[in-house]
């Protein structure tokens, strides 16, 4: 399968464990019984994680010769192939199933629409800076892991919305702060105003040397969406990188890794 994603998974997993990554779309009965009372199964030696999301069952990936490993090694690479997988692989199932809504053409695999491998692809956010969507429960870790995730984005300046945001007036303020990051530690804290800007200058925005938005929050984007806390474009964007940070691995590297995984346009499925 020509999956981005997959091949660098595959490539942390083999630098660090030692181990290699497959992916199964089809869906088994014996993969989906493997799987379903627990994060992740033992079977013949292969770790079975699966990848569900919003109740959904979606595929299964696979770790070979896995039996050695430690239970902590499983749960780490339980938690950075669901963390990496369960989105993308989500975002293209809504995409394919709109597609198909769109046709009126409809082949379904279990709960996945069947496709050739070469059709398997994402639709990224074109060119322009990403709005990320930070969630956890615990609202001090958000400053630091956005911090680390402007690192990564390697933009040249990190500053607070609060620093900024008495300067704010037009769409055209937010974008001659150029190539930054924007952090908003909370979105329960934006204004009804604030988010109607935010909304309508991430619709026109098209330059990466525009701002790129970090959004904290402790409700994950499913909540933000049930409440109507954000406007709908401004959450869908955020939803394409969305980082549930008490998810990441604690390893300060392999936590870099994942992260630019979750933000690299080209890490969606190919």
Not at 68 to 90: D, G, N
Not at 171 to 191: H, K, N, P, Y
Not at 224 to 235: E, G, N
Not at 238 to 246: K, L, P, R, Y
Request: include cysteine; aromatic fraction near 8%; glycine fraction near 4%.
């Amino acid at each position: 399968m020509k999956s981005t994603s997959v091949e660098r998974l595959q490539g942390i997993l083999q630098s660090r464990y030692g181990k290699g990554l497959e992916l199964s779309f089809l869906n088994d009965s014996d993969d989906v019984i493997a799987t379903e009372a627990n994060a992740f199964a033992l079977k013949n030696g292969t770790l079975h994680i699966p990848i569900t999301s919003h109740g959904r069952f979606l595929a299964v990936a696979k770790v070979p010769d896995a039996s050695a490993l430690p239970r902590s090694s499983a749960e780490a690479i339980t938690e950075v192939v669901k963390m990496i997988l369960e989105p993308a692989i989500y975002n293209w199932y809504l995409d394919q199933t709109e597609t198909n809504r769109e046709t009126g053409v409809f082949n379904h695999l279990g709960d996945l629409h069947s496709v050739q491998d070469d059709e398997l692809w994402l639709e990224t956010n074109g060119e322009r800076a990403p709005v990320v969507l930070l969630v956890s429960h615990n609202p001090h870790r958000l400053p630091r892991l956005a911090l680390q995730v402007h690192e990564v984005m390697n933009r040249w300046a990190f500053v607070h919305w609060n620093e900024v945001r008495a300067q704010i007036f037009g769409v055209q303020d937010i974008r001659e702060l150029g190539a930054m990051t924007i952090f908003i530690e909370d979105a329960l804290t934006l204004s009804s105003d604030e988010k109607f800007l935010l909304n309508e200058w991430i619709q026109t925005s098209k330059a990466e040397n525009e701002p790129a938005i970090i959004i904290g929050s402790s409700m994950g984007w499913s909540d933000l969406k049930a409440k109507d806390i954000l406007p709908s474009f401004l959450l869908e964007e955020a939803g394409f990188h969305q980082i549930e940070a008490d998810r990441l691995p604690a390893d300060r590297r392999f936590c870099e890794e994942a992260i630019k995984l979750l933000l690299d346009k080209e890490s969606a499925l190919q």
